[in-house]
């Protein structure tokens, strides 16, 4: 009863062995992991349609900025689906917008933290020595280093534009990434295929990245996608304390943030924001456990 | 191990020092000056200036990180908001956070083993497929929201206090009354800070124990006919604990800096406000030494995680 | 299995355990004792009135410490830890050295001149002559209006203008070595133009301070190698000294203020109080190591002197009148702090005073416990104790009224329906003595056009802004003074929301759409700016946004950024750095805005938005040298008008502050000739708690419950 054979160890289709196939099928076995996908493909199209919507001047449902102070805090309605804020402000319009702005900046954060993790952790791992020495020394220095005060120093620095509560963010993020990186580049550093290239003469550049860091990218993808849910709480929990995405540019965040203090006078300012970030956050969480498995089935949890 | 940890701990100090620097250049080039606060159309600039001579903020930034190691070793590193040992002010607030992280913990470990191993054992179960799901919507959701979710559905139509760490005016009630009242106070603020660690530390579990089933000796157990609870809880559930118990080693500093928005929700007079509060103001000394404290306690968490790895997993050499 | 028991039912013991605790606490929470919860977002951070800059430290210092006057329920100024008070004036007239007549001869012919009827008028009590050049007259009460009559009455060429230079050292000094060296030079070089300095004062921040017998221009003339010496060299132009101010001073007038003190006062720990206490007070506040805010109130004290335990005489340089306000300042024990630094004393954790609450207990971030005086010069209180909670989310804060953890909450104005509509809740309301107001950055070209200001404050809708973000809770305010107090002018007009006026006052000015763009411009230049606030104030941001859509309306293209406090003052408002920010003042009772209006305060000083106007200049200065209420009412109007007038603000609201109580929980009782009297607590001009000290809790009152 113990080898309950789970459906993932089923082995894929018989024809030739075609390893993005093999991913595909062993995907989609997690229906978790496909619900968080279409989520997330939800997420995206309906900011992507929004976004078009804005860039053509075309305000659907309401201009998320016109502020009509004489229906301020009505409740969700056939007019207001999710009913308005303190200045009148449609809040479905504003979340619509807000979703851009909140997974821009999940995945541009995510995207500076994986650039520079990646290349700190292949630099020391290919290296080694008194390179790699130095650099996980600097690792520690930043890891031990409370995130809360960089963030807070890095958002101060820099003109409060959202741009900069990315940066921030994905400079606090990279540790993880680098550590990793190094430990797949030292085991795989011994491997045949890399000594290989070696001794044909190869640069280093071109062993580090047409060689080592392809191979290593699965672990990578998947802390990608949990680093994007990451981010996007992190913003959240920013906006909370004053040093998030500035209103009055609408994330979730800081529509949250502002409208928990009429939590008591208008609970959709509350409860609608903090639904769509969870239900995101959840579908990268998901996404991310489901592209785990699927790309390495050892690792399955 | 003597010898390991005492390399270790050598090692740290360059770590220290770095952050020291680190912070100490970061917190004086961040725009502001804990003076900016002051804005008040009775206080001319000259008594800024004066207050800047009388801080030192005057001198040249190696010249400050002089001091302020001077002051470090001397034991008199003040405050610039209240003009109190920084220390003092430490000292006094982390029994708070102590606590309540000490609550946390518990009610962490004792429900997300519990829950990793059930998911385990009844693989595939409904009950699985729910707790997978559960402990996913845990850490996906801003810990400031649960409280106000919670406060909005359960404190409003109860009508009772839950904000600080106890209820005030209560003086002359008895002792045992008085604990259930602190006791109470704990209820939501621990349980708030507990939900993301329940959510993974149940994933770890349930993980692990899976790990370890799939393991010869288990198997060769079940084989010879042992009973499945025993076969799972004796042997199993020992092996599977063993890298459940490092993950401790983690857990505290990841707590203490996750309590600033819990601590503020609820009016909690711990570490984490302190901490806010001083960056605000741009309190130099009280954040540089918070800084360093934590810094410390990541540094001592990352030791015993390793200690304990070699403790309960006598395989792994320490060297 | 007992693991897999032990395992399972862990969960189990732990939520079990929250029940009993909870099913524990429950029927304590009612049982509260005879005392009042007040609450505040943020903690108090030193408990000493000299060196407190919060309010919650204010709060909590005014119950434990007294100052030697007070402002009463009717914000007129009374005794407090001084008994009484008079107010007198040495005038002193220094003699032209050549002038024919004698200070004797002088002095005879003033007494002469001097009608009873003037003498009543001016409250002259003596003219007599001090030395052989200097005439003194003692007046009653101080002010400068005596000088019309010393004027009318001698010939000219009796008296010499007297002038004052303020020599200003910066802090990065080269010619000079300090204040003496300066000082010192000052005399040299004054001496060789002949003229003779009566006295110089060093005062602190490096400020020399002198005046000299001898017409302003040939004292410009003799200090000029000073002031040149000053200038640097190449780029760094920055003078080292120079002359801040010259003004004339034909007769110098210097008021005394004597405090006779209350007797039998003692501190906290039993110690009497006496006047030593209160010169220590001021030489800490004077001493440049002391980390106080309330130094510049004292800086026109020359000296202070203690003849006896119970009296207290200052003498200031010349008249001022938010001098006698500042003796509201609290008292700090001497025998306990002599000893001590007091930037750093346990005292201000552990505070000593003799106000009508002892400090007990001080639980960091969480609450600060007093207890009553039992020996308050003016009687016990009747609560037998105050707590003092710290509650940083204000939704929150709301919720702990509710279930009366705290007794006192003031709504913010969009919680206020619910605590007046609920029958359970008193609210009573009272203006406060602040504004908000939008800051124009008026060294840009941009803002110098009085009618591009005007036409601002027209496209603003205030009305709509009191209405939908205070909820009527506040008023449009007009000028720099709220409209409950007496200096401020009865009849203007708030500039009405009139969006066509102002598109045509900005026609006026050049601003139009040329381009069909929807923007206004001119120049070839579309009509922007940025609108700073911080964030943290949401009423702010709100406003800022609001106003953002409504200058939108006319063609103006307004970006709103936010920075954080500290941030915000240092790094944008100190520098000039902005265009234009919303923020607001909270004022004193004193009328005087010398800091935030007059000229002198551009630079470096609080009128960060560059206001001058002569006229202004001179009302507030002379609206700071006299004391006369009726005097000084028309000067403070028309300050009112002529700011009203160039809108360098767009003054918004002023708001209301919303105490509220639990219907019915506290009311007041006074014993007056062996005689109780319980009243309702009623609303006074200086707040819902001014007569706390006579509170008490009703017991046995209704309970409403939430169910």
């Known amino acids: ?13 018989r024809e030739a062995y075609r390893p993005f196939a093999a991913f595909v099928y062993r995907f989609k076995q997690n229906r978790l992991a496909v619900g968080g996908t279409l989520v997330i493909g939800f997420f995206f199209l309906l900011s992507f349609v929004f976004w078009l919507f804005s860039v053509q001047g075309f305000q659907w449902p309401y201009d998320p900025a016109a502020t009509e102070v004489s229906a301020q805090l009505l409740p969700p309605s056939i007019e207001h689906w999710l009913g308005t804020d303190q200045l009148g402000r449609d809040v479905f319009s504003r979340m619509m917008h807000g979703a851009r702005v909140s997974l821009m900046v999940g995945f541009v954060a995510v995207g500076i933290s994986l650039t520079i993790g990646i290349l700190v952790g292949a630099v020391a791992g290919f290296f080694g020595g008194w390179v790699d020495n130095l650099l996980m020394r600097f690792v520690d220095v930043v890891i031990s280093f409370p995130s809360f005060f960089l963030i807070l120093t890095v958002v101060a620095l820099l003109s409060p534009s959202f741009w900069n509560v990315m940066v921030v963010i994905g400079l606090t993020g990279w540790t993880g990434t680098a550590r990793f990186v190094r430990a797949e580049f030292l085991s795989i550093k011994e491997r045949d295929y890399v000594q290989s290239a070696r001794a044909l003469g190869a640069g280093h550049r071109r062993i580090i990245f047409r060689h080592m860091l392809p191979n290593s990218l699965a672990p990578v993808l998947v802390s990608a996608t949990l680093g994007v849910a990451g981010a996007i709480l992190t913003e959240a929990g920013l906006s909370f304390l004053g040093f998030g995405v500035q209103p009055p540019t609408a994330t979730w965040g800081n529509i949250l943030t502002e409208g928990r203090l009429y939590i008591f006078d208008a609970w959709w300012l509350t409860v609608f924001p903090g639904l769509a970030i969870l239900t995101t956050v959840l579908a990268f969480n998901l996404f991310g456990e489901g592209l785990r498995d699927a790309l390495d089935p050892r690792l399955k949890g | 191990m003597f010898q390991f940890i005492l390399r270790r701990l050598i090692q740290s100090i360059p770590v220290l020092f770095g952050i020291s620097v680190l912070s100490f250049a970061m917190i004086h080039l961040a725009p502001g000056s804990p003076l900016g606060v002051l804005m008040d159309p009775k206080v001319p600039p000259k008594v800024v200036e004066q207050w800047e001579r009388n801080f030192n903020l005057d001198k040249s930034l190696p010249a400050q990180y002089g001091l302020w190691l001077k002051n470090l070793a001397t034991g008199d590193l003040r405050s610039f908001k209240d003009g109190r040992p920084v220390i003092d002010k430490i000292m006094e607030r982390l029994p708070a956070t102590l606590i309540l992280n000490l609550v946390a913990t518990i009610i962490i470990f004792s429900i997300a083993i519990p829950l990793g191993v059930y998911s385990a054992t009844h693989r595939y179960s409904l009950a699985d497929h729910t707790t997978t799901l559960f402990a996913f919507v845990g850490i996906s959701m801003p810990s400031f929201w649960l409280a106000y979710m919670l406060i909005l559905l359960i404190v409003q139509g109860l009508g009772l206090p839950i904000l600080g760490s106890r209820t005030f005016g209560l003086t002359e009630v008895g002792a045992v009354a008085g604990l259930a009242d602190r006791l109470w106070h704990l209820f939501l603020p621990s349980v708030i800070l507990s939900v993301a660690g329940i959510a993974s ?17 288990i198997t060769t157990a079940l084989a010879k006919g042992l009973p499945d609870d025993e076969v799972r809880y004796r042997h199993g559930l020992r092996n599977a604990l063993m890298p459940i118990i490092t993950i401790f080693g983690f857990l505290i500093p990841t707590l203490i800096g996750g309590s600033v928005i819990i601590e503020s929700i609820f009016a909690w007079p ?50 | 299995m007992a693991i897999k028991r032990v395992l399972f039912l862990l969960p189990v013991a732990v939520a079990l355990l929250f029940v009993a605790a909870f099913l524990g606490a429950l029927p304590n929470f009612d049982k509260k004792v005879n005392q009042l919860v007040l609450s505040s977002i ?75 009827k003037t003498r009543e008028d001016l409250q002259i009590t003596e003219i007599r002559p001090v030395s052989e050049r200097e005439v003194e007259v003692l007046l009653d009460t101080a002010g400068t209006a005596v000088e019309e009559f010393l004027v009318a009455a001698l010939p000219k060429e009796v008296f010499v203008p007297l002038t004052r230079a303020d020599l200003d050292l910066s802090s990065e000094q080269k010619v000079f070595k300090g204040p003496k060296e300066l000082s010192e030079k000052v005399r040299q070089e004054l001496s060789k133009a002949g003229l003779s300095v009566v006295e110089t004062k060093v005062k602190p921040w490096g400020t020399v301070s002198l005046r000299t017998v001898g017409e302003e221009e040939t004292v410009r003339l003799a200090l000029r190698p000073i002031l040149e010496a000053g200038e640097g060299e190449g780029e760094e132009k920055t003078p080292a000294v120079h002359l801040s101010s010259i003004e004339s001073f034909p007769i110098e007038h210097r008021p005394v203020i004597t405090f006779s003190l209350r007797p039998n ?59 006698l306000e500042s003796w509201a300042i609290g008292v700090i024990p001497e025998h306990l702090f002599r000893d001590q630094d007091i930037n750093t004393s346990s005292l201000n954790r552990n505070p000593v005073g003799t106000g009508p609450f002892k400090f007990k207990v001080w639980e960091a971030d969480e609450v600060i416990t007093l207890v009553a005086n039992p020996d308050y010069f003016e009687g016990a209180p009747n609560l037998r104790q105050l707590s003092y909670r710290i509650i940083p989310e204000p939704p929150l804060k709301e919720l702990e009224f509710f279930i009366e953890g705290v007794d006192l909450d003031t709504p913010q104005p969009h919680q206020y329906h619910r605590y007046i509509t609920d029958e359970r809740f ?41 209405k939908f973000l205070l909820f009527d809770l506040g008023v449009p305010s007009t000028g720099p ?38 923007l206004l411009d001119k120049d070839g230049e579309p009509f922007r700016f940025t609108l700073m606030t911080n964030n943290g104030n949401n009423l702010r941001i709100n406003t800022a946004v609001l106003v953002q859509r409504q200058l939108e309306e006319i063609g103006i293209d307004v970006k709103i950024e936010l920075f954080e406090w500290s941030v915000f003052i240092r790094d944008k408002v100190n520098p000039r750095n902005f265009e234009a920010v919303v923020l607001g003042w909270g004022l004193g009772l004193d009328p005087d805005v010398y800091e935030i209006w007059h000229s002198s305060q551009t630079e470096k000083g609080f009128n960060f938005v560059g206001y001058r106007n002569p006229e202004v200049d001179r009302l507030i200065e002379a609206g700071r040298t006299t004391f006369d209420r009726e005097e000084r009412t028309p000067i403070y109007w028309k300050i009112h008008e002529l ?32 005689q109780e009297v319980v009243e309702d607590i009623t609303m006074t001009e200086n707040g819902l708690l001014y007569f706390f000290k006579d509170w008490f809790r009703v017991r046995g009152r209704a309970v409403f419950t939430s169910s």
Not at chain 2, 201 to 217: A, I, N
Not at chain 3, 48 to 64: C, E
Not at chain 3, 266 to 281: A, I, Q, Y
Not at chain 3, 483 to 504: H, I, N, T
Request: net charge neutral.
């Open chain 1, 1 to 13: 009863m113990i080898a309950e054979a789970p459906a993932i160890a089923a082995a894929p289709p």
């Open chain 3, 42 to 116: 943020g903690d108090a951070e030193k408990l000493n009135p000299i060196l407190s800059v919060d309010s919650a430290s204010s709060d909590i210092n005014g119950f434990i410490f007294n100052g030697l006057v007070k402002f009463n329920e009717n914000l007129e100024m009374v005794a407090d830890l001084a008994e009484r008070w008079t107010v007198r004036q040495v005038s002193r007239i220094y003699l032209r050295p050549q002038a024919a007549l004698s200070a004797q001869e002088t002095a005879r012919r003033l007494n002469a001149a001097l009608e009873p």
């Open chain 2, 270 to 319: 711990g570490i984490g406000r302190l901490a806010y509060q001083s960056v605000l103001s741009r309190d130099y000394p009280t954040i540089m030494t918070i800084n360093m404290i934590t810094a410390i306690l990541v540094i001592l968490g990352n030791l015993m995680a390793d200690v304990l790895y070699g403790v309960v997993d006598p395989r792994v050499k320490v060297k």
């Open chain 3, 643 to 674: 700011i009203h007038e160039d809108q360098p603000y767009t003054f918004l609201y002023v708001g209301k502050g919303t105490p509220a109580l639990h219907e019915g929980k506290f009311r007041l009782k006074r014993s007056t000739d062996r």
């Open chain 3, 426 to 466: 008193k609210v009573y309301e009272r203006l406060g003595n602040g504004y908000t107001y939008i800051g124009y950055n008026l060294r840009l070209p941009l803002f110098q056009d009085v009618r591009v200001r005007q036409a601002l404050t027209h496209a603003i809708d205030r009305e709509a802004i009191v």
């Open chain 3, 481 to 518: 003074f709220p409209p409950q107090f007496w200096y401020s002018p009865p009849d203007v007009k708030p500039l009405p929301y009139d969006p066509e006026k102002a598109g045509r006052l900005l026609d006026e000015a050049g601003w139009r759409d040329t381009d069909g763009d929807g």
């Open chain 3, 265 to 323: 006062v003692r501190w906290h720990d039993g110690e009497p109080f006496t006047s030593k206490d209160v010169e220590f007070t001021f030489l800490k506040v004077m001493d440049p190591g002391t980390n106080t805010v309330r130094r510049p109130m004292f800086e026109l004290v020359d000296r202070l002197e203690t003849p006896d335990p119970h009296t207290v005489r200052v003498t200031y340089w010349k008249p001022f009148a938010p001098s």
């Open chain 2, 201 to 217: 530390l149940s994933r770890y579990m349930r993980g692990s124990m899976l790990e370890v089933t799939r393991q010869d000796y």
